[in-house]
């Protein structure tokens, strides 16, 4: 003050105004610089605070992690998962993943306010996430919370809308509980979202993505919960959806029509729930799922025709509609995805017969697994399944496959199961002769039981690698 007053003193004639507006105009500045870094210096110590309030509400750090490291004579800048920036020295990301640390979650944690990065998964974190963890300001950078893997529970709290900076959320595999709060939709900037693996239930908002809601939404992952009711139309408005991830819960209804015309979609898994219905016959029609590579709804109830425009979903690599209630054929058109690696048919109600040239014409060269099991098809096994080259596994079991087991069977270098059994089917090939499978080291198991007449046993299934329990030879009818 005495300084301020000698400058009054000094400066009030007019002549010398202009370095007085000056001088002032340096002290204003000064104030202020000095104030910003007080500031600073406060906000760095509080910082420092937080880390040691989490430090303090960890109860187990079995590799000492912390313990050697989060020490009051080091910057904690250079703390092990601790980033901080170079200017202000700011903390801006914390990861502490994957120590083993046992604990709770201080509610001082919603204080670093320059946070943009929070990892704390695979841990065992336990008790319940601050509710106001985003209220008051708090985390206002946040860009990415991590918690998976740990064991919270309780409420998921609706102050997570209030971090409007949030890309991406994963809180799967704990065991959180009651509803997904309706606010969550309103994260406008929100990419990913993995609730999966807990113990929510109830319903999903039916305008999740409505009203321009979560417009750069890229994951959803709601499986292994206990949600039921409709799965919301809205979801097709949410135009950046890559991964719809339903499974395992008691959803029920229909499939909305309008989830096919999400245009970027690459995995849509709705399988162990109890959706009823068809599927509709356009379903890859009009370049819809263009980029759509896994398709799952397994154990649900569905029925009618298997959609033959199917195989106008050009990247498709898995598809699984077993444990349902589709009839008809298989539609032939299915054996033309070139990129194919998994169809699982089975325990469905299909009928008819498998084409000859199944595998023919360099078809499905990249088939991993077939499964058509616990079905009522019939006819010859193809021949034509040693061009899949890549087959490692079979299923046709519990059907009605007649004549002999063709021997190009055993020419698929890469199989490793074969299961055959519950057919009609006569013999292994011409006189029961199967050379080649003396020579395949892969094959780990083959099932044959309960055929018409099956009595040539090949020398090599009883002294190579293969299961030979569940040959069940006394079974078949010779």
């Known amino acids: 003050m005495a300084f301020v007053g000698f400058l009054f003193s000094h400066t009030i004639s007019t002549h010398n105004m202009d370095t007085f507006s000056t001088l002032l105009l340096l002290l204003i500045l000064f104030s202020c610089v000095s104030l910003s870094a007080a500031h600073n210096i406060t906000q760095i110590k509080s910082d420092e605070s937080i880390l040691h309030a989490l430090k303090s509400h960890i109860t187990s750090d079995p590799f000492n992690m912390l313990k050697n490291n989060w020490t009051s004579g080091t910057s904690f800048c250079t703390w092990i998962g601790v980033t901080c920036d170079s200017r202000r020295s700011r903390v801006t990301k914390l990861n502490i993943s994957d120590m083993g640390l046992e604990g709770s979650i201080p509610q001082e944690i919603g204080n670093l306010s320059s946070l943009a990065y929070l990892d704390m998964s695979g841990n065992s974190f336990h008790g319940r996430l601050p509710k106001n963890i985003c209220s008051h300001n708090n985390l206002q950078r946040l860009k990415l919370l991590d918690l998976s893997s740990n064991k919270l529970q309780g409420d998921i709290p609706s102050s997570l809308y209030q971090c409007p900076q949030l890309e991406s959320i994963d809180l799967s595999r704990n065991s959180f509980g009651g509803y997904v709060p309706a606010q969550i939709s309103n994260i406008t900037l929100l990419k990913e979202l993995d609730l999966g693996v807990n113990n929510l239930r109830g319903r999903l908002p039916k305008d999740i993505c409505s009203h321009n809601n979560l417009q750069r939404l890229k994951l959803l992952n709601l499986s292994r919960n206990e949600m039921e009711g409709d799965i919301p139309s809205s979801l097709y408005q949410c135009p950046q959806l890559e991964s719809i991830d339903l499974s395992d819960n008691y959803f029920g209804g229909y499939v909305p029509t309008q989830i096919w015309n999400i245009t970027l979609l690459k995995v849509l898994d709705l399988s162990w729930n109890n959706l009823i219905g068809r599927l509709p016959k356009d379903i890859c029609s009009h370049n819809n799922l263009q ?56 325990w469905n109600n299909l009928i008819g017969r498998l084409p000859n040239d199944i595998c023919s014409h360099n078809n499905l060269q990249r088939l991993k697994l077939l499964d058509l099991s616990f079905n009522k098809l019939e006819g010859d096994i193809p021949s034509s399944l ?30 490793k199961e074969l299961d055959l059994s519950h057919n009609n089917l006569r013999d292994f090939g011409e006189n029961g002769k199967a050379t080649a499978l003396a020579s395949n080291d892969i094959l780990q198991f083959l099932n044959a039981q309960s055929n018409n007449k099956i009595g040539h046993t090949p020398k090599s299934v009883k002294s190579g690698n293969i299961l030979f329990s569940f040959w069940g030879l006394r079974r078949n009818g010779f």
Do not use: A, H
């Open 291 to 346: 980029r759509l590579k896994l398709l799952n709804l397994s154990r649900n109830e569905m029925e009618g025709d298997i959609p033959s425009s199917l195989y106008q979903c050009p990247q498709l690599e898995s598809i699984d509609l077993s444990d349902n209630y589709f009839g008809g054929y298989v539609p032939t058109q299915i054996w033309n995805i070139t990129l194919l690696k998994v169809l699982d048919l089975s």
């Open 386 to 415: 040693y061009q899949c080259p890549q087959l490692e596994s079979i299923d046709l079991s519990r059907n009605s496959f007649g004549g002999l087991v063709p021997t190009q069977i055993w020419n698929i270098t890469l199989l």
